[in-house]
């Protein structure tokens, strides 16, 4: 008699009541793979969101990753999966969000809560299986809804992934629980107040460090800000004018690269694992590292975390408190402060006078190019380093760039590309995954449709996912696509040749690897495609066909033994161990007249001062 007379009053579902209070928060998207245990909340999208069916579900997760983190505004998207498989084929999209500490929420589907086995057998409903709990080590938050929440309940559950440290939040949703008949009234007597992006404890701590950090600034000689993607875009454009004339030198992570103008007369590069041979050169030289918004993982530091930033005192704000005692690299000042308001606060004090120090790393750019000399590509291949020159000249400062995010593609945009200020530049390189270019790219073209989306991927990596093509053309996106064919896996391949004498096994078609006929495989989804001759982006015809609306692909011709220099060495020791170098001796060596004028507070071999 209960259920009866409620759907008489208000023929709600839950399912649809969730649905409009994500409306609420500003969700506007819904990425999904349709299934029987989310049909309930499936139709309550239907009418209410932007539904972008993706062919499998990790392109779900990804492309919400991408559309989130590429946002400014308000705008908000989602992944929707069913129970079982669609739950697994998404945990790479949801570790991957999870490492790099963004936004990504999931609305699961599962057997209805009496159909569930609670852990008596493996299996009891259809396509059972235990979601939270496979997913909840790489989420903010993982939890099972088996009968209806309500409002205020259900909306900081949602805003645990949305403030602090951000993180993924995986709801899953019992069947029953879906579409069960609600009283909107009664869900929705609680009052919920939004919580502060940021604790406000975090902002003060913050604001307190901010002059004795820039008294630690005006006394040092060689002072480095390192920017990361802890730093909003919205607080980089905010302060433009101001870090840009800071006389300090200026360097970005490679999840902070459109932070800051690569042509800003302080910019000195994005050091790295596998960085910018200048931007690594200058930031052991200095004696000063305020880092924000970076946990200064081991991609930052190399591996030789020990004898990273040798000569400096580093000072680093993050607001998880666990990253700044971790142990590597060494802290002299841990902030557990907000980066945003610390920049902003720093900002605006005095910082000193550093010219000399300006004058070096200019003098340090000039004598270490991005395209090194001692790369080699073969005749009738087109150098990559070269293409990504190319490739910095056609764009725009309204174009969104998306440098896929593992292989020798990725490092050749990310050790060459310069970007220009109001790029959108978007990477994954805390999992390093292959295939999550394309992916990406569709969540960050559905993000602004009004502007051009560039992709460059690997052919290796783009094989991986390459069933999103056809959402791609089903959606009309204004996407670039470059596949760097190199046939096979550049980065395996070098591998076993550095550490194993050549012993290749499955990184090309040589050893088993098997890659389409792409110019059939983009035909077969109706995408115009062009073979780029040796003369890369020069190529008659393309500055045509990458200015014209709607998608198009570009096959780039890649030496299967290209070189891609500099990178850090690494030597197997004795006991079977990695032995890495310290960031600033990157491999080739530096001639010793060279190495000597753009190091020199570091003797060329050792770490001790000059």
């Known amino acids: 008699m209960r259920v009866t007379r409620i759907l008489r009053s208000t023929g709600m579902k839950y399912s649809d009541l969730v649905v409009d209070w994500l409306s609420e928060l500003g969700y506007t998207h819904c990425f999904f793979v349709g299934g029987g245990n989310i049909m309930h909340l499936l139709d309550g999208v239907r ?14 997760g990804i492309a919400v990753e991408y559309f989130n983190e590429s946002q400014v505004g308000a705008r908000r998207a989602f992944a929707m999966v069913t129970a079982g498989p669609g739950l697994t084929n998404i945990v790479t999209a949801i570790a991957g969000a999870w490492l790099e500490s963004r936004e990504l929420l999931i609305l699961g589907g599962q057997v ?20 939270t709990e496979i997913v909840r080590p790489i989420t903010a938050f993982s939890h099972r809804i088996e009968r209806p929440v309500d409002r205020s309940t259900f909306l900081d559950y949602i805003e645990r992934g949305r403030t602090g440290r951000k993180g993924p939040v995986f709801l899953e949703f019992c069947l029953d629980a879906q579409g069960a008949p609600v009283e909107r009234e009664e869900l929705e007597k609680r009052s919920w107040r939004k919580p502060e992006p940021i604790q406000e404890r975090l902002v003060e701590i913050a604001r307190a460090s901010a002059s004795k950090v820039a008294a630690m600034v005006r006394a040092a000689k060689r002072p480095v800000f390192l920017l990361g993607a802890g730093v909003s875009r919205s607080t980089a454009a905010d302060l433009r004018r101001a870090i840009e004339g800071a006389s300090v030198a200026l360097m970005t ?32 030289q200095a004696d000063l590292v305020v880092a924000f918004g970076t946990r200064l993982g081991i991609q930052q530091t190399g591996f030789n975390w020990q004898q990273f930033a040798p000569l400096a005192q580093i ?80 764009t725009t400062a309204d174009d969104v760039v ?15 590309y310069p970007q220009k200020f109001g790029q959108i530049i978007i990477n994954n390189k805390g999992l390093a995954s292959m295939g999550y270019g394309l992916s990406a790219a569709i969540g960050a073209a559905m993000a602004y449709p009004e502007r051009r989306t560039v992709l460059i991927e690997g052919d290796g990596g783009f094989s991986q996912n390459l069933q999103e093509l056809a959402t791609v053309h089903i959606n009309a996106l204004n996407l670039k696509i470059f596949i760097f064919s190199d046939e096979g896996y550049a980065s395996i391949r070098g591998t ?29 989804y109706s995408i115009p495609v062009m073979e780029l001759s040796q003369e890369g ?43 890495s170098a310290p960031l600033h001796l990157m491999a080739p060596d530096l001639p010793a007249d060279v190495a000597k004028a753009v190091m020199p507070f570091l003797l060329a071999d050792t770490l001790e001062p000059a």
């Not at 302080?266 to 931007?279: D, E």
């Not at 000039?366 to 070269?386: C, D, F, H």
């Not at 998306?402 to 060459?416: D, R």
């Open 112 to 131: 209805k809560s009496t159909d569930l086995s609670n852990g008596a057998v493996r299996q009891r409903g259809v396509q059972e299986i235990a979601g």
């Open 253 to 284: 992570t490679w999840n902070g690269i459109d932070r800051v103008d690569a042509f800003a007369p302080n910019y000195a590069g994005r050091p790295n694992l596998h960085g910018q041979r200048r931007a690594n050169v200058l930031i052991q």
């Open 496 to 524: 076993q040749r550095n550490y194993f004498g050549g012993a290749y096994l499955g990184c090309d078609p040589k050893t088993g690897l098997g890659f389409p006929d792409w110019p059939k495989l983009f035909d077969a």
């Open 537 to 579: 982006l020069e190529t008659p015809g393309f500055l045509e066909r990458f200015n014209a609306p709607g998608p198009s692909a570009f096959v780039v011709p890649i030496d299967p033994a290209q070189t891609y220099h500099p990178k850090l060495p690494s030597r197997v020791t004795a006991s079977g161990s990695m032995e």
């Open 315 to 394: 000072v680093m704000y993050d607001i998880d408190n666990a990253e700044l005692q971790k142990g590597h690299p060494r802290i002299d000042v841990p902030v557990n402060g907000d980066a945003n308001t610390a920049l902003r606060e720093i900002i605006k004090l005095d910082l000193g006078d550093h010219r000399e120090w300006l004058d070096f790393v200019t003098f340090v750019k000039e004598q270490l190019p991005l395209e090194e000399p001692s790369n080699v590509t073969a005749p009738g291949y087109v150098n990559p380093y070269r293409v990504a020159a190319q490739l910095a000249a056609a």
């Open 402 to 416: 998306i440098p896929c995010s593992s292989g020798g593609a990725y490092v050749t945009m990310m050790q060459s």
């Open 47 to 60: 009418s209410r969101m932007k539904c972008v069916p993706v062919v499998h579900e990790v392109a779900a």
